[in-house]
């Protein structure tokens, strides 16, 4: 359904087509935006590339590879220890010493393509600096090599070199080719990743099949965390609820996991599915290969971190696990009921904007519900019709939702709808924060991890600061306006 | 509601999960414990052989990033101009995050979006609708039209797109639009050099653009390089003591540091930037002084060629020497006497120094930055009688050789010199060397913490402390505040706790 008249937004009567992306929420009959197409050229839009999904989000927290950038510094730059994707693998410092930084984070590893390289081609080079690498950053599991931008105009046969270091070091050498320019958001370079790393995990497996997990080794109850990217620590409450269950954690996908238990994903007998806007890819593709089943999971909230766990012990159908998740969520509950309810008693009333890149825009509708407060407007920056149809379905009718918004249509909506708090991420929250609306970096965190039960009393705890921060009260000061 | 609980020490995972309770405040990063796993079980040390840069290919902890940053860090310096990025959209979402994590402020920069298509067909399409799009928008005073890898590849004509782009403009919206924003195009192929040739790049690319020549005036014109807000707001101060009215090109101390006042108007734009027509009059100044020889010279050079406008090319005045320098020239060019508060806020550092050099003599320090920050910490660094052991420079430089090397000479040292080197090689002659501190940025920070060597914090990027962007580290004012930042370092890492007072 065409967005009401009185919706449309005025920064955008000069570009009209930006309506199709602006639609109001309907439980019974899902309003869809206009989806995961084209960006406006010079919209100001948020979005980022397709190398920033693969590299930056699905293969950065990778815990023991190196991680080979193929192309001029800027880009490895950029890489290097941003996203808060943690891990306890460490390099080594020195003979007793262990880095300060995690290896998937530490170093930025590249090519550095110069202009001679442009010209005559970037192949030798990769392979040179793939080899050099591995004397100077020596223990790691394997490498990954990105393409960018430049690596993928100049055409350069990643997959040859990759296959010529493989031999050489003894080790996985995986490629993703997922060049800055592919697709029409990052969205691109989550499913270039998870569809090309998928192959070459299946290749390398059929060659050495001593990196599948053997029969005497396989559990009744293994499970993988698929497309959790352990933001901030979100596994410390992730992982241990699984185990709490009786569940055995092969792999997580790919948050801070080491490369070998990557490479036995397959051999697990459920993958719990996360992240379902950047990971459903390989998740399919096991089930297709594999036959192994996936679950759809939140683990963000009280009902949907409990829904989580009913349906994983449901699908074994052990009757000691389901009793043992009631047990574990009645459990949880009390230990977090003091601090949700003194947060929900504050929090009541309150409005919020969400932002998000497109999933957790529905992980948290029920969330917000939870602590009492009410969503006046949400905004995905690469969601596709599923995660649209999600968020029709988990939000109240008539909420106002935004995609690909641009920064005009973010400020006109904070004056608009004006929330008393804006969930966003690093880029939009000076921005809000200079109009006088409190944010919670949602992409990073402010303080988390806000994954499960417990993480939910970081998270409430967050949101209550940027609410009640004295600092909002000598802003909005009449007298100096 | 029951007693808030209250935790001490630090919470293994399996403790977290175990807690009968959260207390309100829910759990702290200081509670929390993460145990560091080994990569593998026994440190392999790295092949020792390879380790200088100038003996491999590899780039491990590149001390320089994309030349677009660069033209788009002087864009945001000029007022109401939006960078206009043809590339991908990754290469202007990186840079805000870049911007937003130093400077915790908005940065409005616009891009073509690059997809598939454009990279098969070219960017003429994205970029004529871009253009439109944000002029119709946003009604910006300038674009910066900033070129990158995939759009210089693909082989974009960028100022024949520019024509026709302005021609379609005056079509839908009049011609006066045209007279209303103006268009300046840098070209930025991060594969040719990094942000300090970037934003070189641009400062020639906006005089080119820009500047004329009409009737001359007493002013001089700074074109700063990649400094602070604060460093901008102080040599405007020692412009004001010295009565000169001056020029700065790119003014970030008021675009990238922001008061929260509300309301605020919308679409957001800061309040400051050099204004498009005082970039107009920068023809007629009495002289040029590009603070940053690597960061801005091109610009300062422009000038000198075309308008026979003298040109004052570095050093950055930080320190004793090279403030002293800019003053002097300043005094000299202008006729204006050296004001008397200038040799009031000269002789405070100087008795700080007086008050500190106990602490500060002899100390090792390694030094890593861009290229005309470095040398100049090096030099203050001398000054303060400390020795300078390994110096480096992320982009290459000849100008920076020189300068470290002249001021070696001067006060006999013998630094370790990496030019356009990685950190990587940086951080191993800093591991196996003696050193007392780190000057640095903040990627230097995991390296101070593995080899248990203080860092102070200078240079670009920083983004780990909040502040840095407000203070200043140039002039007599500036030094002041380094110098404090060294011996207070100092005092915390090297003195005893009984022994840091007299």
Not at chain 1, 92 to 120: H, I, M, Y
Not at chain 1, 368 to 390: I, N, P, R, S, W
């Amino acid at each position: 359904m065409a967005i009401p008249e009185e919706y449309k937004l005025k920064c955008d009567f000069t570009i009209p087509e930006r309506y199709k992306h602006h639609v109001l929420t309907n439980r019974k009959e899902p309003n869809i935006p206009a989806c995961n197409v084209k960006t406006i050229p010079g919209d100001m839009t948020e979005r980022g590339c397709a190398f920033a999904g693969s590299r930056g989000v699905v293969g950065g927290p990778i815990g023991d590879c190196i991680q080979i950038i193929h192309s001029p510094s800027g880009c490895a730059w950029y890489q290097w220890g941003t996203r808060r994707n943690l891990s306890d693998i460490y390099a080594w410092a020195g003979p007793n010493t262990l880095c300060n930084d995690s290896q998937n984070r530490r170093r930025a590893v590249t090519s550095d393509l110069l202009e001679k390289d442009v010209v005559f081609g970037g192949m030798e080079k990769l392979e040179k600096t793939c080899l050099e690498a591995w004397r100077l950053i020596p223990g790691a599991a394997g490498i990954l090599i990105y393409t960018t931008c430049t690596s993928g105009l100049i055409g350069d046969d990643c997959p040859s070199v990759a296959r010529r270091v493989e031999r050489e070091i003894g080790k996985p050498v995986f490629v993703i080719d997922s060049p800055g320019f592919c697709g029409v958001s990052q969205s691109t370079g989550h499913h270039h990743f998870n569809v090309q790393f998928y192959d070459q995990v299946v290749e390398y497996r059929e060659k050495h099949p001593e990196a599948c997990m053997k029969e005497e080794e396989k559990g009744p109850y293994d499970i993988t965390i698929i497309g959790e990217f352990n933001m901030d620590w979100d596994l410390a409450y992730i992982k241990p609820l699984f185990e709490k269950l009786g569940c055995r954690v092969v792999a997580v996908f790919t948050g801070g996991e080491r490369l070998g238990n990557l490479l036995k994903i397959p051999d697990a007998k459920l993958n719990v599915l996360h992240c379902q806007r950047s990971c459903t890819y390989i998740s399919d593709l096991i089930k297709e290969g594999f036959e192994v089943p996936y679950v759809n999971a939140s683990f963000f909230g009280i009902e949907q971190t409990a829904k989580a766990l009913r349906e994983v012990a449901e699908f074994f159908g052990s009757e000691e696990m389901m009793e043992k998740a009631e047990q574990i969520i009645e459990y949880e509950l009390e230990v977090i009921s003091p601090a949700i309810d003194f947060y929900r008693e504050r929090l009541t009333g309150k409005k919020v904007g969400m932002y998000v890149g497109g999933p957790r825009v529905w992980h948290w509708q029920r969330v917000m519900k939870e602590l009492g407060m009410k969503v006046v407007f949400g905004m995905c920056t690469f969601a596709h019709e599923d995660d649209y149809e999600k968020i029709n379905a988990r939000a109240e009718d008539g909420v106002f939702l935004v995609d690909n918004p641009n920064e005009f249509e973010i400020e006109e909506c904070l004056e608009r709808f004006k929330p008393d708090l804006f969930l966003t991420g690093l880029k939009e929250k000076y921005l809000c924060r200079k109009l006088g609306v409190p944010t919670v970096n949602s992409h990073s965190y402010e303080k988390g991890p806000y994954a499960c039960f417990r993480g939910m009393v970081n998270f409430a705890r967050d949101i209550y600061e940027g609410v009640y921060a004295p600092v909002w009260k000598f802003a909005r000061d009449k007298d100096f306006i | 509601m029951t007693m808030p609980l209250k935790l001490n020490g630090r919470l293994t995972i399996e403790d977290l999960n175990a807690l009968p309770e959260i207390p309100i405040e829910g759990i702290t990063y200081d509670q929390m414990y993460i145990e560091k796993q080994p990569i593998c079980p026994e440190y392999i040390p790295p092949d020792q052989d390879i380790i200088p840069s100038s003996k491999r290919t590899v780039v491990i902890d590149p001390g320089r990033i994309c030349m677009p940053f660069g033209a788009m860090w002087a864009a945001v310096g000029v007022h109401k101009c939006i960078p206009f990025v043809q590339g991908a959209q990754g290469c202007t979402t990186y840079p805000r995050y870049t911007f937003s994590r130093i400077f915790r402020e908005p940065v409005s920069i616009a891009t073509a979006s690059f997809h598939e298509d454009t990279a098969v067909f070219g960017g003429r399409k994205n970029f004529i609708d871009g253009l439109r799009n944000l002029i119709i928008r946003y009604h910006p005073e300038v674009i910066a039209i900033i070129t990158v890898c995939s759009s210089e590849i693909i082989g974009d004509d960028m100022e024949g797109f520019l024509e026709e782009a302005q021609e379609e403009l005056e079509e839908e919206l009049g011609p006066k639009i045209l007279d209303e924003v103006k268009f300046v195009i840098t070209h930025t192929p991060s594969f040719a050099g990094s942000h300090v040739e970037g934003y070189n790049r641009a400062a020639a690319a906006f005089l080119k653009t820009l500047a004329k020549r009409t009737t001359p005036n007493n002013k001089v014109n700074i074109i700063p390089g990649m400094i602070t807000p604060g460093d901008i707001r102080e040599i405007k101060h020692i412009l004001k003591l010295m009565d000169i009215e001056g020029t700065i090109l790119f003014d970030i101390s008021e675009t990238l540091d922001c008061p929260l006042r509300l309301p605020q108007p919308m679409p957001y734009y800061p309040k400051g930037g050099t204004r498009t027509e005082d970039i107009v009059n920068m023809g007629n100044s009495l002289m040029t002084f590009a603070l940053c020889p690597d960061q801005g010279g091109a610009g300062a050079k422009y000038l000198e060629k075309r308008f026979k406008m003298p040109a004052t090319i570095g050093p950055l005045p930080l320190g004793i020497h090279s403030t002293d320098l800019f003053i002097k020239s300043l005094a000299e060019a202008t006729g204006k006497p050296i004001a008397d508060e200038i040799k009031d806020e000269r002789g405070i550092l100087i008795d700080a120094m007086a008050d500190t050099f106990h602490y500060t003599m002899g100390m090792r320090v390694a030094i890593y930055g861009d290229p005309d920050i470095a040398a100049a910490a090096t030099r203050f660094c001398c000054e303060l009688g400390m020795e300078p052991a390994i110096v480096g420079s992320g982009t290459e430089s000849k100008q920076f050789v020189k300068d470290v090397w002249a001021t070696a000479y001067e006060y006999d040292r013998k630094p370790i010199i990496l030019n356009g080197s990685d950190m990587f090689e940086w951080e191993d002659y800093l591991k196996k060397d003696k050193i007392d501190l780190i000057l640095g940025n903040s990627k230097a920070a995991n390296v101070s913490k593995e080899a248990d060597v203080p860092l102070v914090r200078i240079g670009f990027p920083i983004y780990d402390r909040v502040g840095y962007q407000r203070r200043a580290y140039v002039g007599y004012r500036g030094g002041e505040y380094l110098l404090d930042l060294i011996v207070n370092t100092i005092l915390d890492s090297k003195f005893p706790d009984d022994r840091v007072q007299q």
